[in-house]
Nanobody, 114 residues
Framework: QVQLVESGGGLVQPGGSLKLSCAAS????????MGWYRQGPGKQREFLAS???????IYADSVKGRFTISRDNAKNTVDLQMNSLKAEDTAVYYC????????WGQGTQVTVSS
């Protein structure tokens, strides 16, 4: 069984940066697309970014130019570099992976506040 574990969340001031990481472990026979969603207080879960095994990426308009997704296929990890953070980026951030069914991490809290 494959599991995903996120790390790197925390408290950051507006304009600051954070890097989230997500590592897959378990009986891995091949991971397809990986990516990130978030869910803010009182909001629906929102797609942020995805990346294929060939490193093709897709970004939501709300984070394009500020967030960068990357992955290491050898280590089965996916990262999300977040720059120019805003208060509205405050949310629980979830990574996902297609193995081929979609699995989710447990989430990591990101709070942007002065």
């Amino acid at each position: 069984q494959v599991q995903l574990v996120e790390s790197g969340g925390g408290l950051v001031q507006p304009g600051g940066s954070l890097k989230l990481s997500c590592a897959a472990s378990g009986s891995i026979f091949g991971i397809g697309d990986m990516g990130w969603y978030r869910q803010g207080p009182g909001k629906q879960r929102e797609f942020l970014a995805s990346i294929t095994t060939g490193a093709s990426t897709i970004y939501a308009d709300s984070v394009k130019g500020r967030f960068t997704i990357s992955r290491d296929n050898a280590k089965n990890t996916v990262d999300l570099q977040m720059n120019s953070l805003k208060a509205e980026d405050t949310a629980v951030y979830y990574c996902y992976a297609m193995v081929p069914r979609t699995i989710w991490g447990q989430g990591t809290q990101v709070t942007v506040s002065s």
